[in-house]
Structure formats: C-alpha cells, structure tokens
C-alpha cells in the first residue's frame, strides 16, 4: 500500500509576467517536493517561499468563498484553494492568469472591465422607499419560492472563472459577460427589488444578454455550482416577454413590520446597538 | 431598447418561418396526403397547380409574410455574426445601412414577385 504521507516532487509551469521588465509572458518551471493533500494555491506559497520571492497572485480566505485565487489552472479555470494538486491527475501543473483579462503582474488579472459591468448590472436592491432601505422598520416579505427564484444566483462570488471561460466574452469586449449579467438577473428575480426598469439600460442594448451563444461553459467551469447561462437564458425569456407586453414586473415585496406590543423572555439580552 | 426589440422580432420571424416553411414543405412534398392546395392531377409544381395557389390571397400572403420573416431573420443573424467580429463603430453603421436598404430592396422585389404572378393568375 502506498504511504500516502510522502511527499511527491511536483512541476509547476507558471505564466509570468513583469510588466517593468517584460513585453511578453513567458513559461516558467518550478520542481518542489509537495506534501499530500497540497493545493495548487499552497503549491504558489511554497514556490513564493522557497523559489521564487517575486511571484505574485491574489488570495485571501484560502477556503473558496472569496473568488480572489482564480487562474487558469490545466486549461481550465479554476479556484487555486479549492484545486488539490492530485486531482488534476499528475504531470505538470500549468498556472497562468485568467484568460480575457489584460495582465496586471504574473498571475494577477485585471478584472476591472468586469467589476465595471458589474456595477452597470445594479447589483443591489432598487426600491422606492429609500427611508425604510436606509433605516430599516422591519423585514420585507419573501416566501420561499421567491427565495428560490435567485437563491442559487446569489451565491456567486465574482471570481471571473466564468468571464474567462466564455468563448463570447473572449472575442467580443463589447459583451458584458455572464457574471454581470448573472448578477442582473439575481436582483431582477428577487421579489423585493423593483429595479428591472433601470437594469434594462444595461441588458436590451448591444452589451446584454443577445450576444450569449449557450456555449455553457460558464455553468461548467464555476465553483461555486452557480448556472450563469440559465440566468442569461432566462433574462433573454424575461426581456422578450416585457418587449411583447406580456410581463411586467410586480411590484416589490411590502414591508412586514415588526409586531407591536411584544414582551422580550428572561433572560433574552438586547440586541447591540446598530454600527452601520 | 434596440436589441431587446431586435431580438424579439428575429424570435417571432423564426415561429413565423417555422409554421410557413412548414406549410410549404406539406404542400410541396406530401401532395400524396394533402391533395387540397394541389387541385389539379400532377406534381404540386405542374402550372396548373401553380396557378391555382397564385390566385389565392391566403397564398400571396403567405409568400409575402414569408419572405419578411426569412429576410429579417436571416440578416439579422448574419449582423450579429459579423458584429461579434468586432467591427469598428463606423462600420458597424455601414452595415446596419446595407442590412437595412439591402434588405427592403429584396423584399420590395419578392414582393412585387408575388404580386405578379398573382395578378397573372388572376388573369389566366
């Protein structure tokens, strides 16, 4: 049986870049020995570590809940923290940034054009009732059906592995790409948003859902199991039906107010004064 | 605002085409069954059939509402292939300029077409 706490000499290839000294990426190899069980963002540690002290990446809460260590990792990509080195299955481990994105330093994107469609989406709750959304009375009413509508779209957490993957996205920089518009699609469904009105400025022109050809692999590649091109598919349903009068949007959840003239148990403390 | 509309529209021409390219596959290739839109003996493409449709306004309809519905649903996709080239902004105008002129004339012209052969069966 083999002895599953030795460690094996692994090779990582890694794109790099320096835009101070380099005009064009370049391959570089990195042979360490790597413990079991190593991710590939442990692996860049211990190449930053070890190897080579200049090489530069995003990362923070190693556990896939940031989004900020996605790379192109084999072909495809990927969360770095949330890939172990076994499971690609042997053989050199290449690591480059995102695809579709210029590069900022080694394995570092420029997510910026993303992030900058991201914010076209309105990807918060547009209500007209701006007293009760700045100091909240109460909760607004949500059933869980509504709750489902978007739950699954919420759960993105913009790490770009879907830009990168999108052959749409890769050709056409006018496209805004399936996050942002996932993002759209999130708030469009949730019944206590009333902003789908002002979302259309992004999503009925040349940038919005009509340039998705359902290649799909947004869907595939993302870590987090969120289905972009379900959402776009279902904008496009959306939007067609609103073009053609046949939908239109309700109007947003109604406040539930707290109920009045309730007694707080023993032993039950306050609430810590708001911070915000 | 313009490609929500644009889109909506290449989706409706697409039912469109779907239900008359349908009618016309039926009439063309299953006259065996639907001997209706093929009164007389002989192929559904024999002149007296032919004429017998022409004179019908349910078929110059058909023709004309046919040949809209492929034209825009053909160039419209057709711009989009060539848009997501990338095109420059200028050219992207030109384009929309030749799709749309080029696109009326054939129109104009399949439909003076239908009308002819209307008129002349109407005549015969």
Redesign the interface.
Known sequence: MADNTVPTEVVFRILRFDPTTDTDPRWEDYRFPCPPGTTVLEGLKIIKEKLSPTLAWRSSCRMGVCGSCGMFINGSPRLACNTQIAELGGGVVTVAPLPNFNIIRDLVPDLKPMIQAHVEAMPYLIRDDADEMARPTGEYWQSPHQLEQYLEFSYCIKCGCCMAACPTYATDPHYAGPMPLAQAHRYNSDSRDGGFNQRKELLSGGRGPWRCHFAGECSRVCPKGVDPARAIQLMKRQLVFDYLRLWKQPCPAPLAKAPAGLKRRDGIPEAPPRTI | ????????WH?VAGVVILVLLGLHMTIMHLDEIVRVFSPSPGEPIAWANVMARGKSVFFLMNYVLLLGAALFHGLYGLR?IL????PASGLKKALNAVFLVGGLALFVFGSWAAWASFTVARGA
């Open positions: 605002m313009r490609d929500q509309g644009l889109w909506t989706l989009n848009f997501e080239l990338n």
